[in-house]
C-alpha cells in the first residue's frame, strides 16, 4: 500500500493542461442547436402576456418555447426526488414567478448568437405581486427548518441553570450574506435525443441524481436515460442538484427533434442554481471565570425560497465542538421571493463556525485567556449532544502542531499592540470541522488485454483528484505500478456511486474499488488455478498471489506468468468485478467528523482599513490522506475560498425587485492570487478506521471552516475593532 499517501501528479492533469479534457458543453455533435434562457425581471406574480413574434421572425430561430406552448410533463414536471438529486423547479409549466431570474422562456436557435439575439427581443408584460425581500421582517413568522437526519431544534441540559452558573457571557448576533457560486464552468447542459432515449452531457456533481431526477421529471424510466460527465469545472454543491435548465435542455431538443446545448449566462448563475443563503446567527456563550462553559445558545434564522425549503445549518457545529453541560440550538427559515438555496461548499459548518469562533474569541478577550487555552479547557472527548464517542479526533495535536508551525507563543495578546509601518498586524485563530460523511458505492475493476487494468465507477471527477485517487487504491491493491490503471468516472452506465458533495466521494468510493480489486484479483487467481495451460494450473486461489504484473505462488516471485500471457492465451477476454461497500453496520455508533486548527496573520492599512492576509496556517486531523499533493490542494483551496468569505464574498439583492445586482464577476468579488499570502498546511495523517476500511475521510470542505473567523479575528487583534458580520470591508475598520 506504499503508493496511498504519496504526491503522485493527477493522472488527469495532463489532458487538462493539453486542452484535451472535455467539459460538458465542449462535445461537438452534428446538428447541434443553441439554447438560451429567458429569465423573470419580476421577484413574484404572473406572466401575463409573452411577445415573441419578433423572437420567432429573427434569423437562425428554431423555436421560443414558452409556458404557452412547451411540453406538457407528468405531474407538472415535479420529480419527486429529494435534494440533492431535485429540486423544485420551473419547466414552463404555468404562468407563475417565484423570484427575479426564474427561467420563463428557451430560445432555440441556429447559432449561439442568433439565441441571444431572439431572446433579447422576447417582450413580457407581468401582473407583478409584493415581494418578500426583507429578511429581518420575516423572523416573526419564521418556521423551523430541519436538515436531513437533523432537527430543527437540539437541547441537552437546563439553559437557565447553565446560563445562571455562568460569571461571564458573551451574547451577540453575527451575520453572513447570501453568496453564490461561482466556477470557472458555469452550468452547461447538450441533450440528444435517439428515440426515447436521452443522452445528457451534463456540468454535474451528481451523475446518478441527473438521471433519476430527468427521467422522473419527463416521465421516462430511469434506463431510457444516461448522463456523461467525464470532467466538471467547478461545483461546490451548486451542480450537486439537478436545475431547471438541465431538463429545459431536454425539452427543447424533443421539440426541435435535434441536439441542443444551454449555457448559463454569468448573470443566470445568481438565482437559478441556487447559492448560500444568509444567516442571522445569535451566539451567547456563558463560562466561569476559569474559562469553563456553563452553557451554548445558538439560535440561526436563515433565508429560504418561497417555493421550497432549504436549511442552512449552521446551529450544526455548536452541537458537538465544544463540551458544555448545557447547549440550546435552533434553525428557522424565512421564505423570501428569490431562488431556493443550495449547498454551498461546506453548508452549515462554513457560516457556523464563521459565527462560533469569533463568539469563542470574544469569550477569551473577556475572560484575559488565550483562546486556544479556552479550546483546550472546553474539549470534547465525546459528542455533547448525542454522547456518542467520536470516531477519531486528535484535534488537541491540530491546535499544538498548528501552534508552533505558526509561532503563537510569540503573540502579544493586546489588540492593536503590533505595527509595522503603516499596517497593524493582528493574529487570530480559530477550530475547523467538517462532517465525515460516507454513502454506499460501487465499482469496476476489471484486467483488460495487454496487462492493463480498468477501474471505473458513476462518480465524477469535480478536480478534486478522484481519477488519481482510484488509480492510486487499485494499483496498491493489486501491487501494479499506476502507469498500467486506466480510470474511468462520469458516465451513469457506470456502477452507481453517491453525489460529490459532503465530502464523502473519497470516503464512500474507495472502500469499493479497494474491495472490487480484491473481488477482480481472486477471480483472476481462481481462473489461473483452473487454466490447464497455466504453469499454476492445479494450485490453490489461496495459493497464489498477484505481484507486479505477475500470477505468482506466494513467496515465489519468479513462479506463475505474466498477465499478459494469462489474458493472450484466454482470447484477451476482459475479466473482472464489480463490488459495493457502505457505511459500517456500528458507524452510528459513533460521531463521525474531521478536525483543524487554523491560524491566521492579518494587516490592515492604518489610514485606508484595508486588509491583507499575510499568510495562514492549518494543520488538519483528516484521518488517512490518500494523495498528499492533491490532498492538500484542497485544503489549501479551502483556505483561499474562506479569505473570500471573509474579505470580499456577498451577494446584493434589489430591495425593490429581488434582482442580484452584482450578478457577474466583476463586481462579485472573488480571492486571486493577489489576495493570498502563504498558505502552510499540514495533516495529522491517523487513520480512522472505524470510519472505512482505507481510514480516510474527506477534505473537500474543512479547509473552509474556521479559516473565516481566523482572518476575523486576526482583524481584531490588529485593530481593536470587533466585526460580526461579513465580509469585512475597509469602511467598516476606518475611523
Not at 238 to 267: C, D, F, I, Q, Y
Not at 555 to 566: H, I, R, V, W, Y
Request: net charge neutral; proline share 6%.
Amino acid at each position: 500500500m506504499s503508493v496511498i499517501g504519496e504526491s503522485i501528479t493527477r493522472v488527469d492533469g495532463r489532458v487538462k493542461v493539453m486542452g484535451a479534457a472535455k467539459y460538458a458543453a465542449e462535445f461537438q455533435i452534428p446538428q447541434l442547436a443553441y439554447a438560451v434562457m429567458v429569465t423573470s425581471t419580476i421577484a413574484n406574480g404572473r406572466i401575463q402576456r409573452m411577445d415573441t413574434a419578433a423572437a420567432q421572425r429573427s434569423p437562425g430561430v428554431l423555436t421560443v418555447m414558452t409556458p404557452a406552448n412547451a411540453p406538457k410533463l407528468p405531474q407538472g414536471g415535479k420529480a419527486a426526488v429529494h435534494p440533492p438529486a431535485g429540486r423544485v423547479l420551473s419547466l414552463l409549466q404555468d404562468d407563475l414567478v417565484h423570484y427575479n431570474n426564474q427561467p420563463i422562456a428557451v430560445v432555440v436557435a441556429e447559432t449561439l448568437n442568433q439565441a441571444l439575439y431572439a431572446a433579447s427581443l422576447v417582450r413580457v408584460r407581468y401582473q407583478d405581486q409584493p415581494a418578500q425581500l426583507d429578511f429581518e421582517a420575516g423572523f416573526p413568522t419564521a418556521h423551523p427548518g430541519g436538515h436531513g437526519h437533523d432537527p430543527a431544534e437540539v437541547s441537552a441540559g437546563q439553559l437557565a441553570e447553565g446560563m445562571a452558573a455562568g460569571e461571564v457571557k458573551v451574547d451577540e448576533v453575527y451575520l453572513t450574506p447570501m453568496q453564490n457560486h461561482n466556477p470557472m464552468e458555469p452550468h452547461a447542459t447538450i441533450a440528444q435525443w435517439q428515440g426515447e432515449q436521452l443522452i445528457l452531457h451534463d456540468s454535474t456533481q451528481y451523475i446518478s441524481g441527473v438521471k433519476q431526477t430527468v427521467a422522473r421529471a419527463m416521465g421516462l424510466p430511469d434506463d431510457n436515460v444516461r448522463v456523461l460527465c467525464p470532467f466538471t469545472g467547478g461545483g461546490f454543491g451548486s451542480k450537486g442538484s439537478t436545475w431547471s435548465h438541465v431538463v429545459l435542455a431536454a425539452m427543447a431538443a424533443k421539440v426541435v427533434n435535434r441536439p441542443v446545448k444551454l449555457v448559463l449566462e454569468r448573470p443566470q448563475m445568481f438565482g437559478p442554481v441556487g447559492g448560500r443563503p444568509r444567516t442571522h446567527q445569535h451566539i451567547v456563550l456563558a463560562a466561569k471565570r476559569d474559562g469553563t462553559l456553563t452553557a451554548m445558545q445558538h439560535d440561526v434564522y436563515t433565508h429560504t425560497s418561497v417555493i421550497e425549503d432549504f436549511t442552512e445549518p449552521s446551529s450544526n457545529v455548536t452541537r458537538m465542538l465544544y463540551a458544555s453541560p448545557t447547549i440550546q440550538t435552533s434553525q428557522k427559515l424565512v421564505p423570501l421571493t428569490l431562488g431556493t438555496p443550495t449547498f454551498q461548499r461546506a453548508p452549515g459548518e462554513a457560516t457556523g463556525t464563521f459565527a462560533l469562533e469569533i463568539a469563542m474569541d470574544e469569550l477569551a478577550s473577556k475572560l484575559n485567556m488565550d483562546p486556544i487555552q479556552l479550546r483546550l479547557k472546553n474539549y470534547a472527548e465525546k459528542d455533547p449532544t448525542s454522547n456518542k464517542p467520536f470516531s477519531s479526533k486528535n484535534l488537541r495535536e491540530c491546535y499544538t502542531r498548528g501552534a508552533e508551525r505558526f509561532g503563537w507563543a510569540k503573540r502579544n495578546p493586546q489588540p492593536r499592540s503590533t505595527r509595522e509601518g503603516n499596517e497593524w498586524i493582528g493574529w487570530g485563530m480559530a477550530t475547523a470541522t467538517y462532517s465525515a460523511n460516507r454513502s454506499a458505492a460501487s465499482a469496476l475493476v476489471q484486467f483488460e488485454p495487454g496487462g492493463r487494468v480498468t477501474v471505473a465507477t458513476g462518480s465524477q471527477d469535480l478536480g478534486t483528484g478522484t481519477y488519481t485517487i482510484m488509480a492510486q487504491v487499485a494499483a496498491a491493491t493489486l501491487n501494479l505500478p499506476m502507469e498500467l490503471i486506466d480510470a474511468r468516472l462520469g458516465d451513469s452506465t457506470l456502477p452507481k456511486s453517491p453525489v460529490s458533495g459532503g465530502s464523502q466521494t473519497t470516503a464512500s468510493v474507495m472502500p469499493a474499488v479497494q474491495a472490487a480489486a480484491k473481488q477482480a484479483q481472486l477471480k483472476l487467481l481462481t481462473a489461473a488455478a483452473g487454466d490447464t495451460g497455466s504453469p499454476l494450473h492445479g494450485a490453490q486461489p489461496d495459493e497464489l498471489d498477484f505481484k507486479n504484473g505477475r500470477i505468482i505462488r506466494k513467496g515465489q516471485p519468479e513462479s506463475g506468468e505474466t498477465l499478459t500471457a494469462f489474458m493472450a492465451r484466454n482470447g484477451n477476454r476482459p475479466l473482472g468485478a464489480v463490488a459495493s461497500a457502505e457505511p459500517e453496520q456500528d458507524a452510528q455508533q459513533y460521531s463521525n467528523h474531521s478536525w483543524g486548527a487554523v491560524f491566521a496573520e492579518v494587516a490592515v492599512d492604518a489610514q485606508l482599513g484595508m486588509p491583507r492576509v499575510r499568510r495562514i496556517t492549518g494543520v488538519y486531523d483528516v484521518g488517512t490522506l490518500l494523495n498528499e499533493k492533491t490532498g492538500k490542494s484542497q485544503l489549501i483551496g479551502g483556505i483561499v475560498w474562506s479569505v473570500g468569505f471573509a474579505l470580499l464574498e456577498a451577494s446584493y439583492a434589489d430591495g425593490r425587485n429581488g434582482r442580484i445586482v452584482n450578478n457577474n464577476l466583476a463586481e462579485y468579488h472573488v480571492p486571486v492570487n493577489a489576495d493570498i499570502g502563504e498558505i502552510d498546511v499540514s495533516v495529522i495523517g491517523t487513520p480512522d478506521t472505524k470510519f472505512n476500511p482505507l481510514g480516510a475521510r474527506g477534505i473537500g470542505e474543512i479547509g473552509i471552516t474556521g479559516a473565516s473567523a481566523a482572518v476575523a479575528n486576526a482583524i481584531y487583534h490588529a485593530t481593536g475593532k470587533r466585526i460580526r458580520s461579513a465580509p469585512i470591508t475597509p469602511d467598516m475598520l476606518l475611523g
